[in-house]
């Protein structure tokens, strides 16, 4: 048995005299802290260690293999949890609209909270409440860390279920001894059970309904720290010595169906100005997407698209779209006449659906009709800084070509051909489009986008410039996923008569296609374990799911708590049995006088023995006449402190102790000093 190097001890029995040690968390806290790792593991939106440690915690009580209460094991332990906590959590993207504060921050707090209860849950401690303080305090850390999140399906559950383990806990903490011995009666019972659950159902709703005010108080507190952009593409496009600096192998979207969807469009950008496209995201006027619009019947290829980041709350569909069903009436915004883009206010993991007909259909994200002679103006404008040139290779570019569609395959062949892909461009001083189409010859895709674009509109073909993603990668049968690296630039044209068509002036082997290399094995591991853990969060997440799960898991506790009533009150039974009593007074000053005497005399005796058991193996070892006496002596003393029942008896025994005590010290002491 380890015994805690803070417990007084009495050598004689090797047992701790004060609290008894324990080896198993109490069962309603440890449940609690469960409830707030399920709440954490299904709010978080990727793949964390919340369920590795989950399952380490219900492993606990039937493993009796134990930490070490040394420190530098504990040390070791916290120190190699933390950080692989830290290393996991801080490393993966923010999601930018699914938090209210930055849930990297709040998951590696979450998480370091659920390494330090599995570390309680697998550490020796001595009995008593401080154990279930700490699993509900740190659990309720944890609780708080998965409310830090807008998805309103997860809390609602898990907080009731929480407050009703606590409210289960709160007899664990009182110390052994302060414990009443009769039980309350059960409804007392059961009423401060169902007022638990109603206080947590309570306080999670009033959280959701004034979340606004509580974003807006947490908003004013904390600094405006915008998040990192993690998409390869920008809302305010300026051309560049590169384009996408940072490309990640990162999963953006998942893409379910088949069709002709290659160019994935989030903005297009209808007005070129000082080496930059305009207007930002921000300056466009953007309003409700109508459903009437976007939902109506049409023939073509259904796909899924499944937004696995927030990516500014962007859409990405094909310029082919001729319905779009995101699921839900609500949180969509666009600007259509402006070239999109198309938003949700809705979190990452969302999935939506678009059906996509033939190159040329028209639908919610083209122009209903034909252009304005404002958009067409717009839509021809050339600066005037740029190159006089330029107009001359388009014109040469698109000659002998018969009409507009005619003209603008023409251009987009001649860039394709003439010209060459390359990662950097420097174009030094001047107009970079200029440059590049009269000096350099090579450039990355936004210069050959941009060169399209008002090659196009020299010859009389209205044209804006288009950014998003490039789909290419398949994983599966009907199965596309695009990633950061295939964040790309091309050319959307107005052809009278048939509407807005896709062109793409970069060669193919400046194409995300020709570029993207084979991912590592772990890589494509660790991405089967996040499809894995999507899969089981969706499903769990469910509103029958989390009904049903629910009801089961508070089945099985109450079933759990009943049946383990006797179990409980034999094991406390046993525990006040090997509940040792300090000695009385005399006793106690006979067993310290015999360990300063045996010890200074180098005998040793290890905490999990008695000396009993130390001197038995000493004198087995060596005939020694003053070992022989202690040996003797200790059995003795045992007899008298496990079996005396009289005052007078053990009064009359003290003595005699105590004189053979004082027979074993002289007689030894004089034996050694007749060695010398």
């Excluded at 309680?120 to 830090?148: E, I, P, Y």
């Excluded at 003795?636 to 027979?663: H, I, K, M």
Aim: charged fraction near 20%; include cysteine.
């Amino acid at each position: 048995m380890t015994v805690s190097a803070h417990a007084p001890h009495d050598q004689s029995s090797g047992l701790p005299t004060g609290s008894p040690v324990s080896d198993s968390p109490p069962l309603a806290a440890l449940c609690a802290a469960l409830t707030a790792f399920t709440a954490l593991a299904l709010a978080e939106h990727e793949f964390t260690l919340v369920p590795i440690f989950g399952v380490a915690v219900l492993l606990s009580p039937f493993v009796r293999v134990r930490l070490s209460r040394a420190p530098l094991p504990n040390l070791a332990a916290r120190l190699l949890l933390f950080g692989i906590v830290l290393l996991v959590t801080l490393t993966r993207a923010e999601h930018e609209t699914s938090a209210l504060v930055d849930s990297r921050i709040m998951g590696a707090f979450g998480g370091i909270c659920a390494a330090e209860i599995t570390l309680q849950a697998w550490s020796l401690h001595t009995a008593g409440g401080r154990r279930g303080v700490m699993l509900v305090f740190l659990g309720g850390m944890v609780l708080l860390s998965a409310a830090n999140t807008m998805d309103y399906t997860v809390m609602p559950v898990c907080t009731p279920i929480y407050f009703l383990f606590l409210a289960l806990a709160m007899p664990q903490f009182r110390p052994p001894g302060t414990r009443p011995e009769r039980a309350l009666p059960q409804w007392p019972r059961a009423i401060a059970l169902a007022a638990a659950l109603v206080m947590g159902a309570y306080l999670a709703h009033v959280l959701h309904l004034y979340r606004v005010e509580f974003t807006t108080w947490a908003g004013q507190r904390l600094h405006d720290i915008p998040a990192p952009e993690a998409s390869g593409i920008s809302d305010r496009p300026v051309l560049g010595a590169m384009f996408n600096p940072r490309p990640s192998t990162r999963r953006l979207l998942q893409i379910e169906g088949t069709g002709s969807f290659s160019h994935l469009r989030a903005i297009a950008f209808p007005t070129y100005r000082s080496a930059r496209w305009w207007p930002g995201r921000e300056h466009r006027t953007m309003g409700a997407a109508p459903l009437g619009r976007m939902l109506r019947r049409a023939t073509g290829s259904n796909v899924r698209i499944t937004r696995l980041v927030d990516n500014k709350g962007l859409l990405f569909t094909p310029l082919n779209t001729v319905s779009f069903d995101s699921g839900t009436d609500t949180d969509l915004e666009w600007a259509p006449d402006e070239g999109g883009p198309l938003t949700t206010k809705l979190p990452a993991p969302t999935t939506y659906q678009a059906t996509v007909g033939s190159d040329d259909a028209q639908g919610p994200f083209c122009s209903p009709g034909p252009l304005t002679p404002e958009q067409r103006a717009s839509l021809l404008e050339v600066p005037p800084d740029i190159d006089p040139a330029v107009r001359d290779i388009a014109f040469q570019a698109a000659a002998g070509s018969t009409g507009p569609r005619a003209q603008a395959e023409a251009i987009t062949t001649y860039l394709a051909t003439h010209y060459q892909y390359s990662l950097t461009f420097h174009p030094g001083r001047g107009d970079p489009v200029s440059i590049f189409l009269m000096q350099h010859k090579s450039a990355h895709c936004e210069l050959f986008a941009s060169a399209c674009t008002l090659m196009l509109r020299y010859v009389g073909v209205p044209a804006r410039y288009t950014i998003g993603y490039y789909a290419h990668e398949t994983v599966g049968p009907g199965q596309t996923v695009v990633r950061q690296r295939d964040a790309h630039a091309w050319t959307e044209a107005w052809i009278d008569g048939v509407g807005w068509i896709t062109l793409d002036a970069t060669p193919g082997g400046g194409r995300p296609d020709e570029l993207a290399r084979p991912l590592p094995l772990w890589q494509r591991l660790q991405e089967q374990l996040e499809d894995s853990y999507a899969w089981l969060r969706h499903a769990l997440t469910s509103t029958m799911a989390l009904r049903v799960g629910g009801g089961i898991f508070l089945l099985f506790v109450a079933w759990v708590l009943w049946t383990n009533r006797p179990a409980r009150r034999a094991r406390g039974e046993r525990e006040r049995v090997f509940r040792y009593t300090p000695p009385p007074p005399s006793l106690a000053e006979l067993a310290a006088r015999f360990d300063t005497w045996a010890k200074g005399e180098g005998f040793g005796c290890r905490p999990e023995q008695t000396w009993v058991e130390a001197l038995s193996v000493l004198a087995a070892g060596e005939h020694d006449e003053g070992r022989s006496a202690a040996l003797e002596y200790m059995k003795s003393y045992d007899a008298v402190r496990f079996g005396a029942s009289e005052e007078a008896t053990l009064a009359e025994e003290c003595a005699d102790l105590s004189a053979r005590l004082a027979e074993i010290e002289r007689r030894y002491s004089t034996s050694r000093s007749e060695d010398k």
